[in-house]
């Protein structure tokens, strides 16, 4: 009897706590469900926008292609993502420029966080930005330490301002690898890599302590060539020549605001409130809050912008591939080979989409998932105008499934090619035999092991995955040289692996012409022959805040920090990135089509 009461006491006591847990669950999922709905209820009030206002690009957000949306933990940490989309930052220059009630930009670099978007959008970005400008309207700029990217965008602007104690980044540009050889080895991890181009290093990471002379030669090419667009560009607009800007960079790399000044980088330094009261002198005080100017920020004018836009039942189709590419469905921020097949397929079948425009911003990956994704490009070609456009990078497996299209195109700086292919296995037989692990076998063939992670691979397996990937490297020529109208022979002297910037990609046949996301989709209306009379939509569909926290409630994810690293601690923030990206190599054959290492411009 005794036990019995301890055993209905217990259970009492786990129902009582297990009852309040899920109240505790219950009331946070209210909460939170409310403050979304609250939240998309401001997002659906009707923005004024003053006349004379001042639209404000916040340079500390990076610019992506989509934005994939935010986590639970990062909804409850606040906004930790910072992200704006592209299209959303085209748009609203785009209407600015024609909006007389919007008199200037304002490029904010005012927080000190530095964002991380790649050149090739920014040049997007800094084209439309132009047009503002040639529209007779003013561009004002201010920061405090500008990067690269920074005064890559901020040189288009009429008046740049630069804080006293500031400095302008201005030393070049350089590519930086980590090399695992000598840990690889130093732990017992034995590496394979079987290959075709000679500019193909992908892998050279694990097996080279540093760069073999074919990669250097492809990146220091690769690497002249973005850095001579970087000083043309902001030499036009700032009325510098290439060498006075290469001069700075030999001379100083980085200079104080005075020096900034004495050069013609900048026009003159200010403080915060300085800028502030510059730009209401443009626009006037705000009506509710009398110290700031009447301003607008980019998001929210995008928003009104977009109220203005005309329906259609006639649509032309955005599909981002955006990351690396592996089999399967894929994680966030991959493209799954399964997953865009099949988008491509659904938008094949919709009858309402005229034409599609396949954003890709991808290093590769995946040789079948690359393929899987080209073979419903190409079926969708045959019915609909498929148009290419190429943001910072779509190399190796990214150029892949760009190939059967009516028009590539990219921007002069943006990385591509990368034609060859890539076999990659390890083994742990060292490291295992090192801490008394040893493996035996028995097998009725002689290659029934050949994928066994217990031992370095025979000569024999050796050679049959060099002839797996001859195959496939011989198929990419092929279909390069079939999709882009070359001769085979052409194809294999501009392929190797190598890696090309958008300019000469042109000149060798590999794209079409030099433009951006906006060109790509106005060339699809016009080979659609849709006149005005369509309508844009973007996929894939990011799931909404509510699927997200229903799919994220039961799991957890590491919430990322907002605070800012210290040198060490990015330092191994690096190496952890680099051997992440081993996660995505899940090829059925190991079989990849790739750009080196993570390719990261600095």
Request: aromatic residues 6%; glycine residues 6%.
């Given at each position: 009897m005794r036990?019995?009461?301890?055993q209905?006491l217990?259970s009492?006591i786990?129902?009582l ?11 946070t ?11 998309s209820?401001a997002?659906?009030e ?5 006349e004379?206002?001042?639209l ?8 992506v292609?989509l934005n994939?949306g935010k986590?639970l933990?990062?909804?409850?940490a ?5 992200v ?7 748009n ?8 007389k009630?919007?008199?200037a930009i304002y490029?904010d670099?005012?927080k000190?966080?530095?964002?991380n978007?790649g050149f ?5 970005v800094r ?7 040639a529209?007779g ?13 920074d005064?890559?965008?901020s040189?288009?602007a009429n008046?740049i ?7 302008v980044d201005?030393n070049?540009f ?6 695992f050889?000598n840990?690889f080895?130093?732990y017992g ?5 079987v290959r075709v181009?000679?500019?193909?290093s992908?892998g050279?990471a694990?097996?080279?302590a540093?760069?073999s002379p074919?990669a250097r030669q ?5 690497l002249?060539n973005?850095w ?7 030499g036009?607009?700032r009325q510098?020549?290439?060498?006075s ?5 030999d001379?100083?790399g980085?200079?104080t605001?005075?020096?900034s ?25 705000d ?6 100017y009447?301003?607008?920020s980019?998001?929210?004018y995008?928003?009104?912008?977009n109220k ?8 032309i189709a955005v599909i ?7 089999s399967?469905e ?5 493209i799954g ?5 099949r988008?491509?397929?659904e938008?094949?079948?919709d ?6 425009v396949?954003?890709?911003?991808s290093p590769?990956?995946?040789?079948l ?7 419903e ?6 019915e609909?105008p498929?148009?290419?456009s ?5 190399a190796?497996?990214?150029y892949w ?12 700086n943006?990385i591509?090619?990368?034609i060859?292919v890539i076999?990659?296995n390890y083994n742990y037989?060292k490291l295992a035999n090192?801490?008394?692990i040893?493996?035996d ?7 029934a092991?050949?994928t066994?992670l217990?031992?370095?691979r025979?000569p ?7 002839q ?7 198929d990419?020529l092929?279909k390069?040289?079939?999709s882009?109208k070359?001769?085979k ?10 890696v090309w ?9 590999l794209v079409?012409e ?6 790509a989709?106005?060339?699809?209306v ?14 894939p ?8 926290l ?6 957890s994810?590491e ?8 040198p060490?601690t990015?330092?191994?923030l ?18 990849y089509?790739?750009?080196p ?5 600095d």
């Amino acid at each position: 009897m005794r036990q019995f009461l301890k055993q209905a006491l217990a259970s009492t006591i786990g129902s009582l706590l297990g009852l309040s847990l899920f109240s505790a669950v219950s009331l946070t999922l209210v909460t939170i469900t409310i403050g979304a709905l609250i939240q998309s209820a401001a997002n659906n009030e009707t923005i004024k926008v003053p006349e004379k206002s001042i639209l404000t690009l916040d340079l500390s957000r990076s610019i992506v292609d989509l934005n994939p949306g935010k986590s639970l933990q990062e909804t409850l940490a606040g906004d930790a993502t910072r992200v704006t989309e592209l299209k959303t930052v085209l748009n609203a220059i785009d209407a600015a420029t024609k909006d007389k009630r919007i008199v200037a930009i304002y490029l904010d670099g005012s927080k000190g966080k530095q964002a991380n978007t790649g050149f090739a959008t920014l040049k997007e970005v800094r084209t439309a930005l132009e047009r503002f400008r040639a529209a007779g309207k003013q561009i004002i700029a201010y920061n405090v330490d500008l990067d690269k990217r920074d005064y890559y965008l901020s040189s288009v602007a009429n008046r740049i301002f630069i804080n006293p104690m500031g400095s302008v980044d201005i030393n070049g540009f350089r590519s930086e690898t980590m090399f695992f050889k000598n840990a690889f080895n130093k732990y017992g991890i034995g590496v394979e890599v079987v290959r075709v181009g000679k500019y193909k290093s992908f892998g050279e990471a694990q097996t080279l302590a540093k760069f073999s002379p074919e990669a250097r030669q492809e990146t220091q090419q690769l690497l002249n060539n973005l850095w001579n667009e970087f000083k043309t560009a902001i030499g036009t607009s700032r009325q510098l020549t290439p060498e006075s800007i290469q001069k700075m960079a030999d001379d100083r790399g980085m200079l104080t605001a005075a020096q900034s000044i004495q050069n013609k980088l900048v026009d003159r330094t200010a403080y915060l409130d300085e800028v502030l009261a510059e730009l209401k002198k443009i626009s006037g005080a705000d009506e509710e809050d009398k110290t700031s100017y009447r301003k607008i920020s980019i998001g929210d004018y995008a928003q009104t912008a977009n109220k203005t836009s005309t329906s259609s039942s006639r649509k032309i189709a955005v599909i981002y591939a955006q990351g690396n590419i592996v089999s399967g469905e894929g994680l966030p921020g991959q493209i799954g080979g399964d997953s865009l097949a099949r988008q491509v397929r659904e938008l094949r079948l919709d009858k309402d989409v005229k034409a599609v425009v396949l954003r890709v911003n991808s290093p590769g990956g995946s040789a079948l998932a690359s393929d899987i994704i080209q073979r419903e490009v190409r079926l969708l070609h045959k019915e609909k105008p498929v148009i290419i456009s190429m943001g910072d990078v779509a190399a190796s497996g990214g150029y892949w499934i760009s190939t059967y299209s009516n028009k590539i195109f990219a921007e002069s700086n943006t990385i591509t090619g990368s034609i060859g292919v890539i076999s990659i296995n390890y083994n742990y037989q060292k490291l295992a035999n090192n801490n008394g692990i040893t493996w035996d076998v028995v097998k009725t063939s002689k290659l029934a092991d050949s994928t066994t992670l217990a031992r370095p691979r025979t000569p024999q397996e050796l050679a049959i995955s060099q002839q797996m990937v001859n195959d496939i490297y011989d198929d990419f020529l092929n279909k390069v040289a079939e999709s882009r109208k070359l001769p085979k022979e052409k194809v294999a002297e501009i392929a190797q692996g190598r890696v090309w910037s958008g300019t000469d990609a042109k000149k060798i046949g590999l794209v079409d012409e030099i433009g951006g996301l906006n060109d790509a989709i106005a060339h699809a209306v016009k080979t659609a022959k849709l006149g005005k009379d369509w309508e844009l939509e973007e996929y894939p569909v990011v799931e909404s805040w509510e699927e997200k926290l229903i799919k994220q409630f039961g799991g957890s994810q590491e919430i990322r920090s907002l605070q800012s690293q210290d040198p060490l601690t990015t330092e191994l923030l690096k190496v952890k990135t680099e051997l992440n990206a081993l996660k995505s190599f899940n090829d059925p054959h190991g079989i990849y089509v790739r750009l080196p290492f993570n390719f990261k411009l600095d």
